[in-house]
Nanobody, 118 residues
Framework: QVQLVESGGGLVQPGGSLRLSCAASRSAFSIYRMGWYRQVPGKQRELVAI???????NYADSVKGRFTISRDNAKNTVYLQMNSLKFEDTAVYYCYVRLSLATTQPLWGQGTQVTVSS
């Protein structure tokens, strides 16, 4: 079973930046898709950004131009650089992994809290 370990959440003022990291316990070279979702209490988990092997990335409209997803296959890690943070970015952020195209059940990290507050 692949383990995912997240880090990098915290408290930041509006306009500030944070970088989230998610390290997988197996080679990221072979992982089909890695990314990030977020969730606030009372709402469904929503897509933030996804990186698919082969170079394709997708972002939620609400974060385009502010967030950047990247993957370091040598470190088995996916990152989410979050700039120009807004109050509405406050959420628990979850790392997402889909191991292969044939895999229907994704893996999730433990979640890391991001709080944007003045």
């Amino acid at each position: 079973q692949v383990q995912l370990v997240e880090s990098g959440g915290g408290l930041v003022q509006p306009g500030g930046s944070l970088r989230l990291s998610c390290a997988a316990s197996r080679s990221a070279f072979s992982i089909y898709r890695m990314g990030w979702y977020r969730q606030v209490p009372g709402k469904q988990r929503e897509l933030v950004a996804i990186d698919t092997s082969g170079g394709s990335t997708n972002y939620a409209d609400s974060v385009k131009g502010r967030f950047t997803i990247s993957r370091d296959n040598a470190k088995n890690t996916v990152y989410l650089q979050m700039n120009s943070l807004k109050f509405e970015d406050t959420a628990v952020y979850y790392c997402y992994v889909r191991l292969s195209l044939a895999t229907t059940q994704p893996l999730w990290g433990q979640g890391t809290q991001v709080t944007v507050s003045s």
